[in-house]
C-alpha cells in the first residue's frame, strides 16, 4: 500500500474505504467468483475502523465484522501502549513492557483487566446478540481500522 515515507489525506473515513478497496491488490477481490469471495473478509476496530471497513467491505461484496481489541497504556504515559488485549482475554505484550518488567506490575495488571472488561463491553454494543465469524482458518481476513500509532491493537488481533 504506502510506503513509509508517503502520507495519504483522506476527506473521511467514507473515502479513506472507497480508495483502500479501488487498491490494485484489493480489486483482484471484487473480481472472484461468490464461492472465492466467502473466503475472503474484512474485519474492523470499532470505532472509526468500522465506517472504513464497511465501505471496503461493501464496494468488494465480502462479509464485514468486527473485533474488539484494546490497548494496555504504559504507567505514566497513557498514549504509550505496552501491550494489547482482545475481548476474548487474548494478551499480547511489546519487547519494552517485558524488558521493562512492567507485565507484573499489579497497575499494570489492573489496567489489563480494565481493558478486557472494556472490550468485552464494547463488544456487546456493537455485536448485541449477533454472533462473531468463529472459524477463519483458510480466510484471507483484511484487517482495517482507521489509523495507527504503535500498531499493538493489531497485533493481538493477528495472533487469534
Not at 465501505?55 to 504515559?77: N, Q, S, W, Y
Not at 448485541?128 to 481500522?145: A, M
Amino acid at each position: 500500500m504506502a510506503s513509509h515515507s508517503e502520507t495519504i489525506i483522506f476527506r473521511d473515513r467514507v473515502d479513506a474505504g472507497r480508495r483502500l478497496a479501488a487498491h490494485s491488490e484489493l480489486q483482484k477481490v471484487k473480481s472472484l467468483s461468490p464461492d472465492e469471495k466467502g473466503s475472503h473478509l474484512v474485519i474492523s476496530l470499532p470505532r472509526g475502523g468500522t465506517v472504513v471497513g464497511d465501505e471496503v467491505a461493501k464496494l468488494l461484496g465480502i462479509t464485514h465484522d468486527l473485533v474488539f481489541p484494546r490497548k494496555i497504556p504504559c504507567p505514566g504515559d497513557s498514549e504509550f501502549a505496552i501491550g494489547a488485549v482482545s475481548e476474548f482475554g487474548n494478551v499480547f505484550w511489546n519487547d519494552y513492557a517485558k524488558k521493562h518488567g512492567l507485565i507484573n506490575d499489579p497497575s499494570v495488571q489492573e489496567s489489563k483487566n480494565k481493558q478486557i472488561e472494556e472490550a468485552q463491553r464494547r463488544k456487546q454494543v456493537y455485536r448485541g446478540k449477533r454472533q462473531p465469524l468463529n472459524d477463519l482458518s483458510g480466510k484471507t481476513v483484511i484487517l482495517v481500522d482507521d489509523g495507527l500509532a504503535t500498531g499493538i491493537v493489531l497485533n493481538i488481533q493477528q495472533t487469534m
